[in-house]
C-alpha cells in the first residue's frame, strides 16, 4: 500500500506521492532536476554552497515530521514534492460545482485556467531566491544568513511543487511551462519573471525583511485561496506550502522589528527621543525611523499591486469554476456561490475615492486584498509596540490604499499616504517623504557590512529572542566554507 | 484529590499571528481573536503536534498552575500583553506523569542509563534534532533482516553479533547514538505481550550503507535473555518489530571542531561505531579529534575489531584495554585514561571537548574514578567540572 503521510527516498526526489510507481512522471521530473541543480548552483555564490547550513527539512507531512533540523549544504537540501494528506470524501468547497466531490484529475473545461494559476504561482517562487542572491554577502549575522537560505530553499520547493503538479497532470504543455519556469530570470530584459514586484531588486537586509513581510504575505493569501480550489491536488500541495510560508511571514516581521528594536535602543542609549533628529541617529549605525516607514510603503503598496484589478471577471471565473476560493472559504458562512450578493470596492469618482457595491464574485480580487490588508496590519501594531516600550514618540502606518500603486483604479493618480489626492506639485515635494531616496539607499547600503562570528549582530539589527530550533544565543546557524 | 497542572501556553511576544499552529490541532484547542493566539486548557491533550509547526518557538511554553481548574482562561489569555510569571505552587503528592506508559517506562529506562552522569543530561549544542516515539506498540515499524553476522572469535563464549535491518519504505530518521526497541514475540508467565528491549543502534544516520535507509544493532547474547535470544537468532528474511527511535540527549555533536572521547566495554562500542562512520562520511579530512578508548577481555572477543584497526590512527586514536591477554599485564580502560591523562584533562577543558561513557554499569565506578584522579591532580573538582559538562552537554552515560 502507498504509504501518503511519510516521505519516501526510494527515488532521487524524495516525495509521498509515490513517485517510484509512477514512472513517466518520475522521469519527466528528473529530466527536470539537473536543470533545477545547475539553476541553483549558478545563482547563489559558491562559498554559499559550500557551508554547513543549519536548516530544516520534512520527513513527513504530519505535524511530528516535518520540521527537522540539521546541517546541510543547500544543494544537497532535500527538495521534494510533498502533499497534505488528502482529506478523505473532500468536497468543491466554492462556485458553481459547490458540493460535488473534489476533482482528483484536471477538470477539462478549466484546464488553462488552472494551469495559468499554476504557473503565474510557480513563476514567483525562484524569482524570489533570484531577487535575494546576493544577500549572504551582506548578512548581519549567521542566524540571518540560516534565515535567508531557509527561506531560499523553501521557495526553491515551492517551485518543485508547482513543477509536479504541471508534469502530473498537464502532459507536454506542462513540461514546456515547467521547463520555461528555470529560463524566465527576475529582472531579465528577454525573460523577466510574470509579476512586477519580482523583477524588483532586494538591494538591502531591510528589504528583504519588508519583502517577507509583505510581499511573501501576498504569495501566503494566494497559496491561502488555492489551498480551497476544488483541484484536490492543487489544493493539498498549497496546504503543506502555508506551513513552510509561515516561517517567511516570521523572518519578516522579526526582522524590521528587530530592526525598530536596535534603533530605539540606540536613541534611547544616546539620549535622543526625537524620531526626525535623522542624521545623530543614522550616526549612531541604526536606520532611523522615518526611513523604515518609508520603506514600508514602498513593499506595502508594490505588494497591493498584485491582487490584480479589484473588479475581475478572471478572479469571478476562478471562484465560480472552483479553482481558487476565498481566504478561509471553509469557515465563512454563506453559501459560497455568491450568486446574488454584493461586496463593497473602493473607486474614484473624480478626486474622490467612494466606496462602491458591486456583485461579490467580480470583487473577489478585493476581498483578498482587504483580508491581506487586516493580516499586514497586525504585525505593524507589533513593531509599534516596540517603539511605545522604549517611549518614544512615533506610529508606523500602513498608507492609505490609493498611495503609489500602479495597478487598478488608482493607478498612477497622485494620492499621498493618507489617500489624500494632491497636485503634482505638491506629490513630487511629498514623494521624498513617503519613498525612500536613493540617498536613504545609499545609506541603507552602507549599514550592509557582513558579520559572520557566532552570536554577534550588525549594529542595525537587534538579536533575536528565541533562537531557531530553541538553539543557544551562539549557535553556528552556518559553518561557513572559507575557500 | 488535586493535581499541579501544567498549563500549555503562547509567547504573545514572540508569536506572529501566523495561525498554523490553529490550523495543525487536532483537538482545535487553539484559536484567535485580534489580539492573541490562545490554547483552551480543557482541550489541549499535550499531542505536540503544533510544537514543530510554530515558525518562531513562541508555542513551546508552560506554566505550571495549581491544579486544572486554576489554569488561564481563554478570556485571561487574549488580554495578555506578555506570557506572566511562573508562579510559586505548592506541590503536592499527585503526580503528573500518566500519559502514554510504555514511553514512560522508556523514558524511565534511558533515565536510569544516563544516571552515572550525576544529574539530567543534555545533547550536545550543535547536535542534530532528535526524533523520538515515531514508532510504538501499537504502530511499529517492522523491519526485514538483511544481515546477523558474528562480531566475536567463534571459540569465544561471547557470542555478540552485528544485526543489519531493512526499513524499505518506512521513514526511520534516527540519530548516531539512539537506541530502538525490539518487541520479542511471545508472552510473559502472565500472559502479556513482552515489553520492547533497547538496543544501540550502531549505524549511522544515512544508513549501515550510505543511502540506504537500514540500520544496525550490537547485540550480545546473554544468557535466558529473551530479546537477545531472538534478536541473535535472526536469519535474512525475517520481520522485527521496532519501536523507537528512542533517545535525545546521547547525541554526536555535529560540530566538525569538537573533539571526542568515547570510552567502552563491548557492545557499548555500539553508538560509537555510528559517531566514528558519521564522521568519516561527514568529515573526512578532520584529524586528531577522536579518541576511542575500549575494553574487552581480549582482542578476539571485542566488537569490530578488524574494522577499527582500519581505521588511521590520526582520524581516530584507538586505546584498547585489555584484561585477560595471555603474557600481558591486566588493564582496563581507567587504566588508559590515567595513561593518557594530559588528553583528558584537555577535553574536560576544552569548550569542544566530550566525553562520552557507554558500557556495562560495572565500568562507571572505575572511570569516574579515573576521571576525577585526573582532575584533581590538575586542580579541578571533577564534580564540579563533570556537572558543567552536562549542563553544557559536553559528558555523556549510557550505561546498563
Not at chain 1, 496590519?377 to 498608507?399: D, H, S, Y
Not at chain 1, 539607499?441 to 528565541?466: N, R, T
Amino acid at each position: 500500500m502507498l504509504d501518503l503521510i511519510n516521505v519516501s527516498y526510494d527515488t532521487q526526489i524524495p516525495n509521498n506521492v509515490g513517485l517510484s510507481q509512477d514512472k513517466k512522471v518520475l522521469k519527466a521530473l528528473e529530466k527536470w532536476h539537473p536543470g533545477y541543480i545547475n539553476w541553483w548552483n549558478d545563482l547563489i555564490p559558491q562559498n554559499f554552497q559550500e557551508s554547513m547550513v543549519y536548516l530544516r527539512t520534512a520527513v513527513s507531512v504530519d505535524p511530528k515530521g516535518w520540521a527537522k533540523f540539521d546541517y546541510v549544504k543547500m544543494p544537497e537540501y532535500r527538495w521534494g514534492v510533498l502533499l497534505a494528506p488528502q482529506v478523505e470524501d473532500r468536497r468543491i468547497p466554492c462556485g458553481e460545482h459547490f458540493g460535488e466531490p473534489a476533482w482528483q484529475e484536471v477538470p477539462g473545461e478549466y484546464r488553462n485556467m488552472l494551469k495559468r494559476l499554476i504557473v503565474i504561482q510557480g513563476d514567483t517562487e525562484p524569482g524570489s531566491v533570484e531577487q535575494q542572491r546576493f544577500l549572504g554577502l551582506t548578512a548581519p549575522s549567521l542566524y540571518d544568513m540560516r534565515n535567508l537560505f531557509q527561506v531560499n530553499v523553501e521557495e526553491g520547493r515551492h517551485l518543485w511543487a508547482m513543477v509536479y503538479l504541471l508534469q502530473k497532470y498537464f502532459g507536454r504543455d506542462g513540461r514546456e511551462e515547467a521547463n520555461d519556469l528555470l529560463v524566465r530570470s527576475s529582472g531579465s530584459e528577454e525573460a523577466p519573471r510574470m509579476l512586477g514586484a519580482f523583477n524588483e531588486e532586494t538591494p538591502d537586509w531591510l528589504s528583504f525583511f519588508m519583502f517577507t513581510y509583505f510581499t511573501d504575505r501576498d504569495g501566503k493569501m494566494q497559496l491561502e485561496s488555492l489551498a480551497q480550489s476544488g483541484f484536490d491536488p492543487l489544493s493539498r500541495t498549497c496546504r503543506f506550502m502555508l506551513t513552510e510560508e509561515a516561517h517567511h511571514m516570521f523572518v519578516g516581521e522579526t526582522g524590521v522589528g528587530r530592526t525598530i528594536q536596535a534603533t530605539v535602543e540606540a536613541m534611547n542609549k544616546a539620549g535622543i527621543d526625537d524620531p526626525y533628529d535623522t542624521d545623530k541617529i543614522r550616526n549612531l549605525g541604526v536606520i532611523d525611523l522615518p526611513t523604515i516607514q518609508k520603506k514600508l510603503n514602498l513593499h506595502y503598496t508594490l505588494s497591493l499591486d498584485l491582487f490584480g484589478q479589484e473588479v475581475s471577471t478572471n478572479a469571478a471565473n476562478a471562484f465560480n469554476a472552483g479553482i481558487k476560493g476565498r481566504y478561509m472559504e471553509m469557515r465563512i458562512d454563506d453559501d459560497h456561490k455568491l450568486t446574488n450578493d454584493t461586496y463593497k470596492v473602493l473607486d474614484l469618482e473624480g478626486d474622490m475615492i467612494v466606496e462602491r457595491e458591486v456583485p461579490a464574485l467580480t470583487a473577489i480580487n478585493m476581498r483578498l486584498r482587504d483580508d491581506y490588508v487586516r493580516d499586514a496590519a497586525g504585525g505593524v501594531g507589533r513593531w509599534n509596540k516596540i517603539i511605545e516600550k522604549a517611549g518614544i514618540q512615533f506610529e508606523m502606518k500602513l498608507p492609505h490604499q490609493s498611495f503609489n500603486r500602479k495597478i487598478g483604479v488608482f493607478a498612477n493618480k497622485n494620492f499621498d499616504p493618507d489617500g489624500k489626492m494632491v497636485s503634482g506639485a505638491e506629490y513630487d515635494k511629498g514623494l521624498q517623504e513617503w519613498l525612500p531616496t536613493h540617498a536613504d539607499g545609499d545609506f541603507i547600503q552602507s549599514l550592509m557590512k557582513p558579520v559572520y562570528e557566532p552570536g554577534k549582530y550588525a549594529s542595525w539589527i537587534a538579536p533575536p529572542k528565541v533562537g531557531i530550533d530553541n538553539k543557544p544565543g551562539d549557535f553556528e546557524y552556518v559553518k561557513l566554507h572559507m575557500a | 484529590m488535586t493535581a499541579p497542572f501544567k498549563q500549555h501556553l503562547i509567547d504573545p511576544e514572540i508569536c506572529i499571528r501566523c495561525y498554523t499552529c490553529e490550523m495543525t490541532c487536532p483537538e482545535q484547542a487553539i484559536e484567535h481573536d485580534d489580539n492573541n493566539v490562545v490554547v483552551d486548557p480543557t482541550k489541549c491533550n499535550f499531542c505536540m503536534d503544533c510544537i514543530p509547526v510554530c515558525p518562531t518557538g513562541s508555542i513551546d511554553e508552560w506554566r505550571v498552575v495549581a491544579d486544572k481548574d486554576s489554569a488561564y482562561t481563554l478570556e485571561q489569555q487574549y488580554e495578555w500583553m506578555e506570557l506572566p510569571e511562573q508562579e510559586e505552587i505548592a506541590v503536592s503528592n499527585g503526580s503528573d506523569a500518566d500519559t502514554d506508559g510504555l514511553e514512560d517506562a522508556i523514558a524511565a529506562l534511558l533515565a536510569e542509563a544516563h544516571a552515572g552522569a550525576g544529574g539530567k543530561a543534555k545533547a550536545p549544542a550543535s547536535a542534530s534534532k532528535p526524533t523520538v516515539n515515531m514508532y510504538n506498540l501499537a504502530k511499529p515499524a517492522k523491519a526485514t533482516v538483511q544481515g546477523n553476522y558474528r562480531l566475536t572469535a567463534e571459540d569465544s563464549d561471547n557470542d555478540v553479533r552485528h544485526i543489519v535491518l531493512d526499513l524499505g519504505a518506512q521513514p526511520f530518521p534516527a540519530l548516531e547514538g539512539q537506541s530502538v526497541g525490539i518487541i520479542p514475540p511471545g508472552e510473559d508467565e502472565n500472559g502479556n505481550a513482552h515489553l520492547p528491549r533497547l538496543y544501540s543502534i550502531s549505524s549511522p544516520r544515512d544508513g549501515e550503507r550510505p543511502g540506504y535507509n537500514n540500520l544496525s544493532l550490537t547485540v550480545k547474547r546473554e544468557e535466558n535473555g529473551i530479546c537477545s535470544n531472538y534478536v541473535c537468532d535472526l536469519k535474512p528474511g525475517d520481520t522485527v518489530n521496532l519501536t523507537g527511535p528512542f533517545g535525545a540527549t546521547f547525541l554526536l555533536p555535529s560540530d566538525p571542531d569538537a573533539h571526542l572521547m568515547m570510552i567502552c566495554t563491548g557492545t557499548g562500542s555500539a553508538p560509537f561505531r555510528g559517531f566514528t562512520m558519521r564522521r568519516q562520511r561527514e568529515a573526512p579530512s578532520v584529524k586528531d579529534s577522536l579518541t576511542l578508548v575500549f575494553g574487552a577481555r581480549r582482542p578476539k572477543e571485542l566488537p569490530y575489531f578488524g574494522p577499527l584497526k582500519k581505521v588511521p590512527d590520526d582520524f581516530m586514536q584507538k586505546v584498547f584495554a585489555f584484561s585477560r591477554e595471555e603474557g600481558e599485564t591486566k588493564a582496563y580502560v581507567q587504566d588508559k585514561l590515567r595513561e593518557n591523562a594530559d588528553k583528558v584533562a584537555k577535553l574536560m577543558q576544552d569548550p569542544k571537548g566530550h566525553i562520552y561513557i557507554c558500557g556495562l554499569k560495572a565500568m562507571e565506578h572505575g572511570v569516574e574514578a579515573a576521571l576525577s584522579d585526573i582532575a584533581r591532580s590538575n586542580g579541578l573538582t571533577w564534580t564540579e567540572i563533570r556537572d558543567a559538562m552536562r549542563e553544557d552537554g559536553r559528558y555523556h552515560v549510557e550505561t546498563y
